[in-house]
């Protein structure tokens, strides 16, 4: 049952988690999926779609660079509609974690 909720948990922040990442810089799919298996344990096999979802969504654009160690890297850069957006799931995010942890601090 744990587990379950904590997999809710993160599926519901993983598109704001991205946004955050790509706020601070474009990045390839693979180096997106890295940073979010290290910091809070979600796999290749949600993060993909996720990006698919959000391009079509407009949130995010992508490009490709040459690698000169394989084939070429796609890129995703947020849009102008992916930075309104991250910064209004932002918000939103700090006032209903600041709720939760306020519950939660009363529950003692």
């Known amino acids: ?13 993983l598109e704001l ?8 810089g474009d990045a390839y799919g693979y180096e997106i999926a890295s940073r979010l298996a290290q910091g809070i344990e979600m796999g290749e096999g949600t993060v993909y779609p996720l990006m698919r979802r959000m391009q079509a969504d407009g949130l995010v654009a992508t490009y490709l660079v040459e690698s000169p160690a394989g084939p070429s ?3 995703y850069r947020l849009t102008d509609v992916g930075r309104a957006a991250f910064e209004t799931q932002k918000t939103e995010w700090t006032a209903f974690s600041a709720a939760v942890d306020a519950i939660l601090g009363g529950a003692q």
Do not use: F, I, P, W
């Open 1 to 13: 049952m744990a587990e379950a909720v904590q997999v809710q948990l993160k599926k519901g922040v």
């Open 17 to 24: 988690c991205v946004l955050a990442l790509l706020s601070r």
């Open 73 to 75: 890297r796609k890129y």
